[in-house]
């Protein structure tokens, strides 16, 4: 089966994670193998994705978790008095 | 890409630390709520979008976590419920501040037309190290936090914390084939929006390319 390259675009997701039946895979490889195109589209995709759930992207702020467990500790001392 | 699995110890833990937390043993929240820091304080930031409001909004969740643990059911997993909880905390707190648009789930349109991804003939990886830039980081935060909220939210989940569709599904309460075609387009809404960014930061330093 030859399918187009907006289809293809359709599959990406799945593709990255695994989820794709046997068919669509070798469906979707057959035509990456001769696309600059959804190869590159393909490439950036997963890129994007890594860089973006890096853990230096969304850094906890300095004194986070002593702040927070210093107001917990508030609380946990009231819920025991009460 | 792919979601790990639940570990079973950690599960059993976590029941166990709740149910001495119940009995009286109140210290043990510090402990029990330790591995959940980031991922609630990423939660809250891609929503309130500055780092004083996320910190209120997690902090706050992790207080009603703890005013609201009798209610927590063993069944569910315990960082599930946590995100629920910030998530709440975020729209309500959203919904307050009138000064901040939000998007509404229902207005939204839901899952119509497809995202054209940003065209291209050749992809150079951007490495890690890049993310040592706070310019490069502050692109990914931007575009992260101007995904509409329904894409934004599985985005985080999926993506980020790494919770699995499922877990995705009953942490923002929709169908299981929702997290899917909703976090195929916002890996797509990314790719289009970050791909000509970190190209052109790409072209215009070269440093971090030193080996092309």
């Given at each position: ?46 890129n ?14 300095a ?20 | 890409?792919t ?49 004083a ?19 927590f ?22 919904r ?7 998007d ?25 190290e ?32 790494d ?17 899917k ?32």
């Open positions: 089966m030859v399918i187009e390259c907006k289809h293809v675009w359709d599959y990406i997701s799945d593709y990255l994670d695994g989820t794709l039946s046997a068919e669509e895979r070798e469906t979707v490889q057959r035509h990456l193998e001769h696309c600059e195109l959804c190869s590159a589209i393909l490439d950036s995709t997963r994007v994705i890594i860089l973006t759930a890096d853990d230096r992207v969304f850094e906890l702020p004194g986070f978790s002593d702040r927070l467990h210093a107001r917990l500790d508030e609380e946990l001392l009231n819920s025991n008095s009460s | 890409m979601a790990p699995q639940p570990n079973p110890d950690e599960t059993k833990n976590e029941a166990t630390m709740i149910a001495s937390i119940l009995a009286g043993q109140t210290q043990l929240f510090h402990e029990l709520i330790r591995p959940h820091e980031r991922a609630v304080y990423r939660m809250a930031l891609s929503y309130m979008k500055n780092e409001d996320a910190e209120d909004v997690a902090q706050e969740a992790f207080l009603k976590a703890f005013r609201n643990l009798s209610t059911r063993a069944e569910a997993k315990f960082s599930t419920w946590l995100i629920s909880i910030t998530l709440n905390e975020a729209r309500n707190r959203l307050r501040n009138a000064t901040m648009p939000t509404s789930i229902d207005a939204t349109p839901e899952e119509g037309g497809t995202v054209t991804p940003a065209l291209l003939r050749d992809w150079r990886e951007v490495p890690s890049a993310l040592e830039r706070a310019e490069v980081k502050q692109m990914l935060q931007r575009a992260v936090a101007s995904l509409p909220e329904i894409y934004r939210c599985v985005f985080v989940l999926r993506d980020m914390e919770l699995s569709v499922n877990e995705t599904a009953e942490a923002l309460c929709i169908s299981v084939p929702s997290v075609v909703r976090l195929h387009r916002a890996r797509l809404m990314l790719q289009k929006q970050l791909v000509p960014e970190l190209k052109s930061v790409s072209t215009t330093k070269r440093r971090w390319f030193s080996w092309s």
